[in-house]
T-cell receptor, first 110, second 115 residues
């Protein structure tokens, strides 16, 4: 059974800092890994998707990496802003379905 | 661009009542999913469907039933609601297995309270 862990559970940083969120998974037989953002009381918004054959994906200030052999992914956020405050979830896609981590709640203080 | 639409957005039920949550997608996606999200527990898969007329159990299927009579719709039913089913329910969809590296798209959620 696939298990996904996200560390830390919560993170508070001052505006402007670069930060890294971590995601680990137990079964390396995945199709892809997806990072989502969730604002309070809202649904999930897809940020980045990394295919199993890829090492990283970039979108603006976000960079996600994937090391399938070690079962790890990181989401790097550059020059954090208060608007980045949200919960970030990673999900690994296997045959037909995804397994989600519990998320990291990020607070960026002005 | 409607994407994934969930109805209703909010609902309060009494224990023992029944209801159906509707998910509709307009992207011609093969795969559809129902998740529940509870504080501190992330998203847990209830049931999913890999195509019209098919359904499969996820991680927490007990107390729920689903139907996928039309490709664009995925219904989640609670036959006899229990307080433990108080949660936020999310529907998601994505293209089929030949497009496995396309992202999932989520609805805005249904907030369900069982008294």
């Amino acid at each position: 059974k696939q298990e996904v862990t996200q560390i830390p559970a919560a993170l508070s940083v001052p505006e402007g800092e670069n930060l890294v969120l971590n995601c680990s998974f137990t079964d390396s037989a995945i199709y892809n890994l997806q990072w989502f953002r969730q604002d309070p009381g809202k649904g999930l918004t897809s940020l980045l998707l990394i295919q199993s054959s890829q090492r990283e994906q970039t979108s603006g200030r976000l960079n996600a990496s994937l090391d399938k052999s070690s079962g790890r992914s990181t989401l790097y956020i550059a020059a954090s802003q208060p608007g980045d405050s949200a919960t970030y979830l990673c999900a690994v896609m296997g045959a037909g379905k995804s397994t989600f981590g519990d998320g990291t709640t990020l607070t960026v203080k002005p | 661009n409607a994407g994934v639409t969930q109805t209703p957005k909010f609902r309060v039920l009494k224990t023992g009542q029944s209801m159906t949550l509707l998910c509709a997608q307009d992207m011609n996606h093969e795969y559809m999913y129902w998740y529940r999200q509870d504080p501190g527990m992330g998203l847990r898969l209830i049931h999913y469907s890999v195509g019209e007329g098919t359904t499969a159990k996820g991680e927490v299927p007990d107390g729920y039933n689903v139907s996928r009579l039309k490709k664009q719709n995925f219904l989640l039913g609670l036959e006899s609601a229990a307080p433990s089913q108080t949660s936020v329910y999310f529907c998601a969809s994505r293209p089929g297995r030949f497009e496995r590296n396309q992202p999932q798209h989520f609805g805005d959620g249904t907030r369900l309270s069982i008294l």
